[in-house]
């Protein structure tokens, strides 16, 4: 993927010179634990991360426009759950600073058009624990339907156990959605 423009966000590769921005959305302990990773606690350990995230071709730099910064993450990642080579994953994560302006959202659903109309996947599934109300709400306006709960799924970065809230949208659950997902 090149990049994705959509109202307010650029959606492209990361580089390394976010550093700054990664690190700082990643060290609020606010941040990380709602997606299963524990907060950084030094630029370093944000560095050793970001390389990563450079050469990836499944995760990708939420930019906002108007302040030239990144200040989150989104992916497509294989399906752990899923035993289909055409499912992918959701998984997003957004600095605190910019919480409850609809920027998720907006971020997810230009991926989620990616998804089905670049990549011609057959199946996008994404996933939240019980108390990450703010994911299942970006969730449910992009359109996914309930699943149901895998119970004691995932094992966090410090030992805990969780059920995983479960939701997937089909190629033509996709399709039919249209313009209702705006």
């Known amino acids: ?53 450079v050469i990836s071709d499944e995760v990708w730099a939420i930019e906002y426009f108007s302040e030239k910064k990144v200040i989150g993450s989104i992916g497509l990642h294989k399906d752990r759950k899923r035993d289909n080579k055409d499912a992918k994953m959701l998984g997003y994560v957004l600095s605190e600073d910019y919480w409850g302006k609809g920027i998720a959202t907006e971020a997810a659903k230009s991926i989620i058009k990616y998804a089905f109309e670049e990549l011609n996947i057959d199946i996008l599934s994404v996933y939240h624990y019980p108390f990450n109300e703010r994911s299942r709400n970006v969730i449910l306006k992009c359109g996914f339907n309930f699943e149901g709960i895998l119970r004691r799924a995932t094992v966090t970065y410090d030992g805990k156990i969780y059920d995983d809230w479960c939701y997937s949208l089909t190629r033509e659950e996709y399709f039919k959605l249209g313009d209702k997902s705006e």
Request: charged share 35%.
């Open 1 to 53: 993927m090149e990049e994705i423009r959509t109202d307010r966000l650029l959606i492209r590769r990361f580089k390394l010179t976010d550093l700054s921005d990664f690190y700082y959305y990643a060290k609020n302990p606010n941040v990380g634990p709602n997606a299963g990773w524990d907060y950084h606690r030094s630029k370093e350990e944000s560095l050793d991360i970001l390389k990563n995230f």
